[in-house]
C-alpha cells in the first residue's frame, strides 16, 4: 500500500526506552468503553517530569480526558504530534499472547494498539527528553485524545482549546500506521442507523400488519443503488485503494419470529468520500428516499409507522495539496519522495477542518495489522519514526 523507505533505518539508541514505554501503555486497557484516565496521569506525570507543559482537557463524564503538552516557547507557532490513547476491544478475537502484555518476538511487539497507535505515542514520549533539551526556538505539541475509535470524539474538545490558546500551529502529524509513509489524504465519513416501525400482527394476515423489515430491504437498496452510481460514474482519485465513494449497509437488526409480522428493524449504513463528494449530503439523500417515499407508504396503512433516524458517525475527509509546505517538510523528514492517501479515517481530517492546521498523516506500523489479534509493530518501524522526530526537532531548533 506505501511506498518503501529509502533506506533502512539503523539501530536505534532509543529502542530499549521506546519498548519499555510501548509496554506501559499497551498495559493500560484503553478499549473505549472504559476509562482512559490512568494512562492520562502516567503519560502526564512522565512529561511534567521532563520540562513539559501539560494541559488537560476532560470531557463531560470526568471519565476521559486528552492531553495538550508544549515543549519550547509556546507563544510562537510550532508543530503538532497528535494520536490517540483508546483502542479497539478484543473480544471475540483469537491471540496467541495476551494482547495488554507486550511481547517482543524476532524484532516484532506484539499488543493491542501498538500500532494503532500506541507505538507512536511511546517514541514520541522517548524522545520528549531530548525535545527538552534541545534549543527550540519553535514549540513541539503532544496532542493526545480519547475515543478516536467511535467517531474521532476527543480530539474536538482538545482542537477547540488549541485554538482558545491563540497561537495557531504550522502544521501536524497525525501518528496513524502508515510505515511512515507521507499520506495527504484520507476519506470522509458520515454514518447512521436508522430504525423502521411498523405493525405487527400474525404473520397468517399479514396484508394487516406493516412490515419494517420489508421497508428496511428498500431502504437497503436504495444505499446500494446509490453506493453503485459512485462507482461508475462519481468522482474519482486515483491515490486511493478504492479510488471512488463509497457506501454500504453494515448492520440489520430485526424480526422475532418467523410467524409474526415485524414490527421494527434497525438498519446501520455508511457513506466514505473522496474530496469530491460529501458522504453527509449523500447520507441524506437516501434518508430523504426514506422520509418521502418510504414513510408515507407506511403512515397510509398505520399512522404510527414511520423512522428513526440516529446519527452514528461524522468526520470530515483529509486533502492537503501535494506541493503543501507541510508535505514538503514531511517529505524531507521522513526521507520520502512519494505520497499516498487511504481510505480509513484519522484525526486528520479534523484537525484541518476545525483547526485550520495542515496535516499529515504518518507514523509507524501498519494499518492492516490493526483492529484484529496479534496486532504488531516492528522494532525497525518505531527506529524510523524516531529518525523523522529527531529531525523534526532539528527542524525546530533552526
Known amino acids: ?65 486528552a492531553l495538550w503538552v508544549t515543549v519550547g516557547p509556546a507563544d510562537r507557532p510550532g508543530y503538532v504530534l497528535s494520536g490517540h490513547s483508546d483502542v479497539v476491544p478484543v473480544e471475540g478475537q483469537d491471540w496467541t499472547h495476551d494482547p495488554f502484555r507486550l511481547t517482543a518476538i524476532d524484532g516484532r511487539l506484539y499488543g493491542r494498539g501498538t500500532s494503532d497507535m500506541k507505538g507512536f505515542l511511546a517514541v514520541c514520549l522517548a524522545l520528549l527528553p531530548e525535545m527538552a533539551a534541545a534549543p527550540l526556538t519553535r514549540p513541539l505539541h503532544l496532542a493526545i485524545s480519547y475515543d478516536e475509535e467511535v467517531g474521532c470524539l476527543g480530539v474536538r474538545p482538545l482542537i477547540a482549546h488549541m485554538r482558545e490558546r491563540g497561537v495557531m500551529p504550522l502544521g501536524c502529524f497525525v501518528g496513524e500506521p502508515t510505515g511512515m509513509a507521507v499520506v495527504i489524504g484520507h476519506k470522509g465519513k458520515y454514518g447512521a442507523k436508522v430504525t423502521f416501525r411498523g405493525r405487527a400482527c400474525h404473520s397468517a394476515l399479514a396484508p394487516v400488519g406493516v412490515n419494517a423489515i420489508e421497508y428496511a430491504a428498500r431502504f437497503i437498496d436504495r444505499v446500494r443503488l446509490t453506493a453503485e452510481g459512485l462507482s461508475r460514474d462519481g468522482a474519482r482519485d486515483e491515490l486511493y485503494d478504492v479510488p471512488h465513494t463509497t457506501g454500504l449497509t453494515a448492520l440489520v437488526q430485526g424480526g422475532t419470529a418467523l410467524n409474526i409480522v415485524p414490527d421494527r428493524c434497525t438498519v446501520g449504513f455508511e457513506f466514505r468520500a473522496i474530496a469530491g463528494d460529501d458522504p453527509r449530503g449523500l447520507a441524506e439523500t437516501v434518508l430523504a428516499y426514506a422520509r418521502d417515499v418510504l414513510v408515507p407508504e407506511m403512515q397510509a396503512r398505520d399512522p404510527s409507522c414511520g423512522i428513526a433516524v440516529e446519527p452514528v458517525i461524522d468526520y470530515p475527509g483529509l486533502d492537503i495539496a501535494p506541493d ?35 496535516s499529515v498523516v504518518i507514523g509507524p506500523g501498519d494499518i492492516a495489522r490493526a483492529h484484529k489479534a496479534d496486532e504488531y509493530v516492528e522494532t525497525a518501524e518505531l527506529a524510523e519514526c524516531a529518525v523523522f522526530l529527531r529531525r523534526l526537532i532539528a527542524e525546530s531548533c533552526a
Open 1 to 65: 500500500m506505501y511506498p518503501s523507505p529509502t533506506a533502512s533505518s539503523p539501530a536505534d539508541p532509543t529502542l530499549p526506552a521506546i519498548t519499555d514505554l510501548l509496554a506501559t501503555l499497551v498495559a493500560f486497557e484503553t478499549v473505549s468503553s472504559a476509562t482512559n484516565l490512568p494512562l492520562v496521569d502516567h503519560v502526564e506525570a512522565y512529561c511534567r517530569r521532563h520540562g513539559a507543559a501539560v494541559e488537560r482537557v476532560t470531557d463531560g463524564t470526568g471519565e476521559k480526558a
Open 324 to 358: 503543501a509546505p507541510l508535505v514538503t517538510v514531511a517529505k524531507r523528514l521522513a526521507g520520502r519522495n512519494g505520497h499516498a492517501k487511504v481510505s480509513y479515517g484519522t484525526e486528520a481530517g479534523l484537525f484541518q477542518s476545525l483547526g485550520d492546521v495542515p
